[in-house]
């Protein structure tokens, strides 16, 4: 009898572990790009497909890259929308907490009056959100903090403010 017991315990067992691992793989809901901030980087922006996405340590270095030493970031998101004539890229940067977050934006902020890559620096309200506006590459540039979470939009090719507008209702 014990060992009827231990055969149906066993089969039990089984389909729980099977059905598990069945859930996991197939049945959950995927993660978010991202793992702490999870930030959902749309497919499309402004109506363009996104041809590139880079996330993880890669896309953490490349913006690292970019500020040059001393920055401390957890995650961050590089994506590239290309199509019809337009050309976007998004950049997002979470910073362990809104206090380094906003650390890295004024950085980054205080560096533009300086820069020869971009020029006429332009303090804008989108939505309600403060955004700083620069020209440069043959595009116009939006940047922007919320929270811990830094946004950079350029924009060549097409109208730029719906497309912020659109970043900052998707993200």
Do not use: C
């Not at 950085?107 to 440069?136: C, H, W, Y």
Request: hydrophobic fraction near 45%; charge should be positive; glycine fraction near 12%.
């Amino acid at each position: 009898m014990n060992k009827r017991y231990l055969y149906f315990g066993f089969i039990a067992l089984s389909v729980v572990v099977l059905a598990f691992l069945a859930w996991t793989m197939f049945l959950a809901p995927a993660p978010l790009v991202g793992e702490k901030g999870a930030v959902a980087v749309p497919e499309t922006l402004g109506g363009v497909p996104r041809t590139q996405l880079v996330t993880g340590p890669e896309a953490i270095q490349q913006i690292g890259g970019m500020h040059g030493k001393g920055i401390v970031i957890s995650e961050g998101y590089i994506a590239i929308y290309e199509g019809g004539g337009k050309s976007l890229t998004l950049w997002v940067s979470v910073s362990p907490s809104g206090e380094s977050g906003k650390s890295l934006f004024e950085k980054m902020d205080a560096k533009m009056p300086q820069s020869k890559m971009f020029t006429n620096r332009q303090e804008l309200t989108v939505k309600g959100q403060s955004v700083i506006k620069v020209l440069g590459m043959g595009q116009e540039h939006y940047y922007w903090l919320k929270g811990e979470k830094n946004y950079w939009v350029a924009v060549g090719g097409t109208d730029a403010i719906p497309v912020v507008e659109e970043v900052m209702s998707k993200l």
